[in-house]
């Protein structure tokens, strides 16, 4: 699923005061009296409720609420399946995804007649647990075959049935996913399924509550492997050094077509500013020590981004490790300070190994660096963006470029067309008075041109209003 973040974990974990260091089969008992280790049979259970998501929208930590009705289902023997739909208050369209763990494969669909995917790393982790998450005895079986190793923990609050995994998050650091049920007296159906997921880009919480009883008359193939499927795809396996390609005089893209992320390397006489650092703090560190070998005489000293979404500010932890000083609107510094203290301790980064104290400074309209060599002049777009509240675009007078993500242009069928963004960013750097003549493009960048000219952009426009 892609549609919030650890603190929305806290009130769930401020209840639980005891963790079982009990044996296994001390645990099998215990969960017996509540049917989360029930006898494995075919089951399905329903639900609504409610999804709060922590995504990409317009400003750090927004979280918006989706209606959400679930159908869960099991063999009791290894097969299981969620059909999940989600909508937002006033949304006339519903379509289902769904979910399928056959034996030690994943899959998914978006939608009843596409086609499905076989997942793989953490996509298939986070999607198996979702996927058994409404079936006690399901995830009963998930935690048996964990036991405790491997980040895995299971406990007991009173009537609560908690199951939590702990990973290493790639932005987030220590993260813990985790499913409650909580029971009422001596009924064997939960009275409430709650639901904390870190994703990738986006964190959420699910609460909800059983729709009638359960039932056991289902269709088999329901739960049959699909016949054909799409092979996974490859997330952020930072397979290569990142490119560095020369833009104009004292400008670099750096070019990483592994994670589909083109960042910006501007050079000053004595010093280096990067634009945009996407993912995790991975491969902000394989960032800097790409400008290392390439200016081994120039520290980074400036790290600034467009906007706030883990694929531009994901890896600020390096540029903070660094000793740069992070540049930002003042609606991001809140943000910006937060991640550099969050807890990297099951596989620390470098600021995680090498503390350093946050150096940030933010500007409401522009910030300027400029020296003998190069300019670079930070806009504050904001809203215009269509994207987020603060959003900031980079400016070179002397080389008459403009550096900018997601406003102006993408592939389809190998032809390329101006995105819906493009024609409200012409308009701005006409009333701004800003002697750009190319543009280039952050994202996306695979299968996309890195830059076109500012005439060529106006073509595009026109060509798409036509």
């Known amino acids: 699923m892609n549609f919030p973040s650890r603190r929305l974990l806290v009130p769930l974990l401020l209840g639980i005061a005891v963790v079982l260091g009990a044996a296994l089969p001390s645990w099998r008992a215990k969960a017996a009296s509540t049917g989360v280790d029930a006898v494995a049979q075919p089951v399905q259970l329903k639900y609504e409720g409610t999804l709060w998501l922590e995504a990409h929208f317009r400003r750090p930590h927004e979280v918006r ?57 953490e996509r298939k982790r986070v999607e198996r647990l979702q996927t058994m998450a409404g079936i006690p005895s399901e995830l009963g079986r998930l935690a048996r075959s964990h036991g405790r190793a491997g980040g895995v ?3 007991f609050d009173g009537p609560r049935f908690v199951y939590m995994e702990r990973s290493a998050h790639p932005r987030l650091g220590d993260v813990v996913d985790s499913v409650a049920y909580t029971y009422e007296g001596s009924e064997r159906t939960a009275k409430e399924l709650l639901v904390v997921v870190h994703e990738r880009d986006s964190q959420w919480r699910l609460i909800q509550h059983p729709v009638g009883p359960a039932s056991s008359a289902f269709p088999e193939s329901l739960l049959q492997s699909p016949a054909a499927f799409e092979l996974p795809t490859t997330v952020d396996s930072l397979v290569a050094e990142p490119k560095i390609v020369p833009l104009a005089p004292g400008l670099w893209a750096a070019e990483m077509e592994d994670i589909d992320s083109r960042s910006m390397i501007v050079e000053f006489s004595n010093y280096l500013a990067v634009i945009e650092f996407a993912v995790g703090s991975a491969n ?18 400036y790290a600034l981004f467009s906007h706030y979404h883990p694929h531009y500010l994901g890896g600020v932890r390096a540029m903070i490790a660094e000793d740069a000083t992070v540049i930002t609107t003042p609606g991001n510094e809140a943000f910006v300070r937060e991640i550099s203290t969050l807890p990297f301790e099951s596989k620390p980064d470098r ?52 550096f900018e993500t997601e406003l102006g242009w993408f592939r389809v069928n190998g032809k390329l067309r101006a995105s819906r963004r493009a024609a ?12 750009v003549d190319r543009i280039v493009q952050s994202w996306p960048m695979r299968g996309n041109d890195a830059s076109v000219t500012r005439a060529q952009l106006e073509d595009l426009v026109k060509a798409a209003k036509r």
């Open 284 to 301: 902000g560190e394989r960032l800097v020590d790409s400008a290392h070998r390439k200016w081994p005489k120039k520290p980074v000293r």
């Open 351 to 402: 600021l995680a190994r090498t503390p350093r104290r946050l150096k940030i400074r933010t500007f409401a309209d522009r910030f300027e660096l400029a020296d003998s060599t190069n300019r670079l002049v930070a806009i504050n777009y904001g809203e215009r963006s269509q994207h987020t509240d603060e959003f900031v675009v980079f400016w070179f007078p002397r080389a008459k470029l403009l």
């Open 153 to 155: 923990d299971f406990m």
């Open 65 to 121: 609420s989706f209606h959400s009705e679930a159908t869960y289902t099991a063999d009791g023997h290894g097969r299981a399946r969620l059909d999940l739909t989600q909508w937002a208050q006033g949304d006339s369209i519903r379509v289902p995804e769904t979910f399928l763990v056959v034996g030690d494969s994943v899959f998914h669909r978006d939608e009843p007649e596409g086609s499905w995917e076989l997942l793989a790393g």
């Open 424 to 435: 409200p960013l012409l308009a701005w750097i006409g009333e701004q008075k800003l002697d």
